[in-house]
């Protein structure tokens, strides 16, 4: 078992940045390959970035590459999804997860969830 508890969501301007954290207890982090999520009212949830489980590599959706910064660290069992030069439509609920195995992209990869974390970007 996993638990996840996300944090740092909150209200932003547009351009503002805001860093989201994920605190893993429970199995060892350092074996599964992380990521964040999103959703929003009324949308499905959405794949945002993922991180392998050494770190070196990562992956991002189009919407977020350069604004986006996911990373890990595992020591601290957290990981991290830096986001800057916020936007009106990245308002959502930001939800970490873990996957076991599967197309990182799917929500069906991931086993465990945190509870989400809201951030709002006002325009």
């Known amino acids: 078992q996993v638990q996840l508890v996300e944090s740092g969501g909150g209200l932003v301007q547009a351009g503002g940045s805001l860093r989201l954290s994920c605190v893993a207890s429970g199995r060892t982090l350092s074996i599964y390959t992380m990521g964040w999520f999103r959703q929003a009212p009324g949308k499905e949830r959405e794949f945002v970035a993922a991180i392998s489980r050494s770190g070196a590599t990562t992956w991002y959706t189009d919407s977020v590459k350069g604004r986006f910064t996911i990373s890990r660290d595992n020591a601290k069992k957290t990981f991290y999804l830096e986001m800057n030069s916020l936007k009106f439509e990245d308002t959502a609920v930001y939800y970490c997860?873990?996957?076991?195995?599967?197309?990182?992209?799917?929500?069906?990869?991931?086993?465990?969830w945190g509870q989400g974390t809201q951030v709002t970007v006002s325009s």
């Open positions: 997860a873990v996957s076991l195995s599967g197309d990182i992209f799917a929500t069906t990869s991931y086993s465990y």
